[in-house]
């Protein structure tokens, strides 16, 4: 099995700011996704984090706006830019382990 | 992109009541996860059935794979309050690819 972590869990950002999630796996896992889910909602997939080369992100999602970075076979950061309202959401961190995926807590994003 | 249909999306019961939560596709499944959802957590998983018509049991809940493998249901026997969250199933398109989910079941179960 394999325990995710998120930092931060939580934060209030202003409009136009930037934030960065990171996400840590406790065991070497070979795939590494980032969701989002709006509050009430179901999780979409905005990226597959790939370790070493340019992240693959879903439709509707841009790297300018989600950068991602995955140094290694345990971290990854997601970064919300030039952030807005609509981007209040909850942000969740995912490894993929043989044919079970764990996720992390998620981190509540709230853009003011 | 497999869609998967998730019916229905709120439901409030009593504790001790039975409830059904299905799933579908237009698509044949390869596999099919549910998952369980708490606030302030990520989903953790609760099943994977592969084979159509298979049939497992946690506990009070048991899942189902219908045959044609479009289509899966779990059953909550005598809910409790502690069954409270968020039910989704998933999928994916093939081997490595990530989980794609469906919309979710919103259970309540009111002591």
Known sequence: SAVI?????RDICQRGTSLTIQCQVDSQVTMMFWYRQQPGQSLTLIATANQGSEAT??????????????????????????????????????????????????????VL | TQLLEQSPQFLSIQEGENLTVYCNSSSVFSSLQWYRQEPGEGPVLLV????????????????????ARKDSSLHITAAQPGDTGLYLCATRNSGNTPLVFGKGTRLSVIA
């Not at chain 2, 059935?49 to 298979?54: A, F, I, L, N």
């Open chain 1, 5 to 9: 972590s998120q930092k931060p869990s």
């Open chain 1, 57 to 110: 992100y879903e439709s509707g999602f841009v790297i300018d706006k989600f950068p991602i970075s995955r140094p290694n076979l345990t971290f990854s950061t997601l970064t919300v830019s030039n952030m807005s309202p609509e981007d209040s959401s909850i942000y969740l961190c995912s490894g993929g382990l043989g044919d079970t995926q764990y996720f992390g807590p998620g981190t509540r994003l709230t």
């Open chain 2, 48 to 67: 994977t059935v592969v084979t159509g018509g298979e049939v497992k049991k946690l506990k009070r809940l048991t899942f189902q794979f219908g045959d």
